[in-house]
């Protein structure tokens, strides 16, 4: 189902959602799914937020992880999406992965209520590796989804991006290394994501975006995922031609995360 040399944590959290998958193809069908697709709007235009020649923020959803457990927040799902659409957020990513990130797809669902209102894309944060999946982000609310090319092998990955192209969702391409950079060039990627988290060490470091960021070509849309703590870190990003940066915990944590997304702008 994944590469065979993905690092651990994926093929954990891979076989977890195999068995969710299961039961939620049995609660709800493909053609279920289809039904509602034909009754939502298009999707916006994710990419189309994150041009500009200002460094651009995905705000991410995210209640919890592996390594650190849950955040307790304190906010409610439509809450944190208001508080990022009103101070400045392009998109709105939102995690939901149940069992290793605390995550529920019905999060995608109340994010888009309120981030559409104001005319914000959704990104889906999720480890995709069934079409049934795109079908159900559509479904949700997603104008565009993640796919991680760690985990997925060149013609798995290429089969989602025409799944997710036939519903007009558009995908961030999420990469680690240069051989899985290559891997999502080929691809024919529109929009890049470069990971500074190691999945195997869980160690960040803004280095693996200044390492791989001149290799992508300057048409493509660049974006600069984790580790961000500070605008300092960001303008460090902006100069080796990153678009966007992705960050999650360090808006969720905050006492205020609506003037925390002003002071990272």
Same mark, same amino acid.
């Given at each position: +189902?994944? =590469?065979?040399?993905?690092?651990?944590? #994926? =093929? &954990?959290?891979? !076989?977890?959602?195999?068995?969710?998958?299961? @039961?939620?193809?049995?609660?709800?069908?493909?053609?279920?799914?289809?039904?509602?697709?034909?009754?939502?709007?298009?999707?916006?235009?994710?990419?189309?937020?994150? +041009?500009?020649?200002? +460094?651009?923020?995905?705000?991410?959803?995210?209640?919890?992880?592996?390594?650190?457990?849950? $955040?307790?927040?304190?906010? *409610?799902?439509?809450?944190?999406?208001?508080?990022?659409?009103?101070?400045?957020?392009?998109?709105?990513?939102?995690?939901?992965? !149940?069992?290793? $990130?605390?995550?529920?797809?019905?999060?995608?669902?109340?994010?888009? &209520?309120?981030?559409?209102?104001?005319?914000?894309?959704?990104?889906?944060?999720? $480890?995709?590796?069934?079409?049934?999946?795109?079908?159900?982000?559509?479904?949700?609310?997603?104008?565009?989804?993640?796919?991680?090319?760690? +985990? %997925?092998?060149?013609?798995?990955?290429?089969? %989602?991006?025409?799944?997710?192209?036939?519903?007009?969702?558009?995908?961030?391409?999420?990469?680690?290394? @240069?051989? @899985? #950079?290559?891997?999502?060039? &080929?691809?024919?990627?529109?929009?890049?994501?470069?990971?500074?988290?190691?999945? *195997?060490?869980?160690? *960040?470091? %803004? &280095?693996?975006? /200044?390492?791989?960021?001149?290799?992508?070509?300057? !048409?493509?849309?660049?974006?600069?995922?984790?580790?961000? =703590?500070? /605008?300092?870190?960001?303008?460090?990003?902006?100069?080796?031609?990153?678009?966007?940066?992705?960050?999650?915990?360090?808006?969720?944590?905050?006492?205020?995360?609506?003037? =925390?997304?002003?002071? %990272?702008?």
């Amino acid at each position: +189902m994944i =590469k065979s040399d993905s690092p651990n944590i #994926l =093929k &954990e959290i891979v !076989e977890a959602k195999k068995l969710r998958l299961k @039961e939620k193809k049995k609660a709800l069908s493909l053609s279920d799914l289809e039904k509602s697709i034909k009754k939502s709007d298009y999707p916006l235009n994710f990419s189309g937020n994150l +041009m500009s020649n200002q +460094m651009q923020i995905i705000a991410e959803i995210k209640k919890g992880s592996p390594s650190k457990g849950a $955040f307790n927040i304190g906010l *409610t799902v439509q809450e944190l999406a208001e508080i990022y659409s009103s101070n400045g957020a392009s998109a709105i990513s939102v995690l939901t992965n !149940e069992d290793h $990130f605390l995550g529920d797809i019905n999060d995608l669902k109340l994010a888009h &209520e309120v981030a559409h209102k104001n005319r914000i894309p959704v990104l889906r944060k999720e $480890f995709i590796f069934d079409p049934y999946q795109i079908y159900e982000s559509r479904a949700y609310g997603a104008d565009a989804i993640l796919l991680i090319v760690a +985990m %997925l092998d060149p013609n798995h990955l290429k089969e %989602l991006m025409d799944i997710s192209k036939s519903l007009w969702i558009q995908n961030l391409i999420e990469v680690h290394d @240069e051989n @899985e #950079l290559q891997i999502a060039l &080929e691809s024919g990627a529109e929009i890049i994501g470069i990971n500074n988290r190691d999945l *195997t060490t869980f160690n *960040t470091t %803004l &280095e693996t975006t /200044k390492n791989l960021a001149n290799l992508v070509p300057r !048409e493509k849309i660049l974006v600069s995922e984790s580790g961000f =703590k500070n /605008k300092l870190e960001i303008d460090s990003v902006k100069s080796y031609g990153v678009n966007a940066v992705l960050i999650g915990e360090s808006l969720v944590v905050s006492d205020d995360p609506g003037k =925390k997304l002003r002071e %990272l702008l």
